[in-house]
Structure formats: C-alpha cells, structure tokens
C-alpha cells in the first residue's frame, strides 16, 4: 500500500489543488489532502469548513480522502504509515521555499520523500492567497474554484460586484 501525504493550509481549496490531487491520486494507492490547522495563519476558513470544502471536491475520487493535522509533518506522515509527500510546484518563486523544507523534512525522517507535481499549465499562477484577494474585491473566481467553494467565498466575503460600464 503506497500511501501520499499531500499537505496544506487550503484555505480555500483551489481548481490548482484539485488539479494536483488528481495526478497523484494515479500514482499513489491512498493520498491523503492534510489540512495544516494554521492558526497562526489567521485562516478565512475554520479548519472543520476547510475539510467540508476539500471533501467535497474530492467526492469522484475513491483513494482520496481528507484529514486535519497539527505540529510536525513528517510525524504525521509515519503515524499514516506514509511513503511521500506531494507538494505543488508552480514557479521558480515557490522552489527556494519548498527545497528547504524537503532538505529539513528529510533531515527529521531520511524515510519520507518529497515529489514535486506541476499543475496543469492554466493553474500556474493560481493561489489561495489571489483567489481570496479577488474574492474580497468581488471579482468572479469561478474559473478558479470548485462551484461549492466559490459559493462559500460569496458568504463569507460578499457578493459579485457588478461589471461597471
Ligand atoms: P501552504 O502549504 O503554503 O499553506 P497551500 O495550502 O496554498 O500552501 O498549498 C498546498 C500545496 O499545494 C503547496 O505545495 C502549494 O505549492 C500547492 N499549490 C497551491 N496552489 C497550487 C496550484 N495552483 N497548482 C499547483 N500546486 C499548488
């Protein structure tokens, strides 16, 4: 059973996610989307609204399934009896970030490997961080999230505002 940890804060959780649970949902028996608690973070979304979200958009998806984790990644990967952790790599900006973290995460557990995924090219310059942005803003981000989280934004920050002419 090869098991992937895919970690995050998905606060929300975008079509460039997805897109990424997608390929490794083909790679991997079981891929598990684990949601940081992220607290310090200031999140938009609570973690029990994050998890509904990404539950929600994985409904087509029989390996995958979503789970909250707190304090060190790599242990949560050995207590899932995990083999890898998936991240997404969009642009060179995202690697010095996500090369120190491998280096220290193979540091703290030589057992776990990090695999770089890049998403389809469209979801390249997608963020939760912009989608929020455009949210707030009342710009239309259905391009960018599953239907049910755009919904979701709308509550939380309001509706779409109208074009002006
Ligand atoms: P963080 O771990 O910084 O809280 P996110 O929750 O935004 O980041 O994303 C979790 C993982 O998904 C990270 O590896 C990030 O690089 C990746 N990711 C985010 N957006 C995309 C995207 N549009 N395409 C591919 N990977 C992405």
Not at 8 to 13: E, Q, R, V
């Given at each position: 059973m090869r098991t992937a940890i895919y970690p995050?804060?998905?606060?929300?959780?975008t079509n460039g996610h997805l897109d990424l649970v997608h390929r490794a949902a083909k790679l991997f028996d079981h891929v598990i989307v684990a949601v940081a608690k992220s607290e310090g973070k200031g999140p938009l979304f609570s973690l029990d609204e994050r998890l509904a979200l990404i539950r929600q958009s994985i409904q087509?998806?029989?390996n995958v399934t979503a789970d909250a984790f707190d304090g060190l990644l790599v242990n949560y990967v050995d207590q899932q009896e995990g083999q890898a952790v998936i991240r997404g790599l969009r642009?060179?900006?995202?690697?010095e970030f996500e090369f120190q973290m491998a280096l220290m995460n193979r540091k703290l557990n030589e057992r776990v490997e990090t695999i770089f995924m890049m998403p389809k090219d469209t979801y390249t310059f997608l963020s939760s961080r912009i989608v929020k942005e455009i949210a707030r803003l009342g710009g239309d981000v259905s391009a960018f999230v599953p239907s049910h989280v755009g919904v979701a934004l709308r509550e939380k920050l309001g509706p779409i505002a109208p074009k002006s002419s």
């Open positions: 995050g804060s998905f606060d929300p959780f087509g998806e029989p642009a060179v900006s995202d690697f």
